[in-house]
């Protein structure tokens, strides 16, 4: 079993490679990656699709409480560096508050403008049976996965 489970923007290419790249990484198979497009991942860890189309989401069953961690954004992306890694590096250096308030204000900045960025095919493009909405949502059409090419300004 998984020591977490990781979900992304399974219609974003950077968000996809990001994932290939962890998952690489990932040597032990420690990491769960779920697209939150994937029939009834969002229902199963009660996220909005508004949640899910901003910040990767980790939750993580804490060994012996039986209690589920959840992390997002930044914070999510450090936890799952370690436990690719098996190391509690980056969940430690992103603790410390000057580091934490950086970390989050980069990353929103990278999800906001993440169609600009070169990405791989979304992973709903790859498995298009497997996602409930491949259509990107029109509450949100600059978000990644819409028609504008990468690197379009």
């Given at each position: 079993?998984?020591?977490?489970?990781?979900?992304?923007?399974?219609?974003?290419?950077?968000?996809?490679?990001?994932?290939?790249?962890?998952?690489?990484?990932?040597?032990?198979?420690?990491?769960?990656?779920?697209?939150?497009?994937?029939?009834?991942?969002?229902?199963?860890?009660?996220?909005?699709?508004?949640?899910?189309?901003?910040?990767?989401?980790?939750?993580?069953?804490?060994?012996?409480?039986?209690?589920?961690?959840v992390s997002r954004g930044a914070g999510a992306?450090?936890?799952?560096?370690?436990?690719?890694?098996?190391?509690?590096?980056?969940?430690?250096?992103?603790?410390?508050?000057?580091?934490?308030?950086?970390a989050d204000r980069v990353y929103a900045w990278?999800?906001?403008?993440?169609?600009?960025?070169?990405?791989?095919?979304?992973?709903?493009?790859?498995?298009?049976?497997?996602?409930?909405d491949t259509q990107v949502s029109r509450a949100?059409?600059?978000?990644?996965?819409?028609?504008?090419?990468?690197?379009?300004?």
């Amino acid at each position: 079993m998984a020591e977490l489970t990781l979900i992304f923007d399974g219609r974003c290419g950077v968000c996809t490679r990001a994932a290939g790249w962890l998952r690489r990484l990932d040597r032990g198979g420690r990491i769960q990656l779920r697209a939150s497009q994937e029939h009834g991942v969002r229902q199963a860890y009660g996220l909005t699709q508004a949640q899910t189309d901003v910040e990767i989401w980790g939750f993580r069953v804490v060994t012996g409480e039986g209690r589920v961690m959840v992390s997002r954004g930044a914070g999510a992306a450090a936890i799952a560096l370690d436990v690719a890694m098996g190391t509690r590096i980056f969940r430690n250096l992103y603790r410390f508050p000057p580091l934490r308030w950086c970390a989050d204000r980069v990353y929103a900045w990278v999800s906001a403008h993440r169609g600009r960025f070169p990405g791989t095919t979304p992973w709903c493009t790859q498995n298009p049976g497997a996602c409930e909405d491949t259509q990107v949502s029109r509450a949100n059409p600059g978000a990644c996965g819409a028609t504008q090419p990468y690197g379009a300004a």
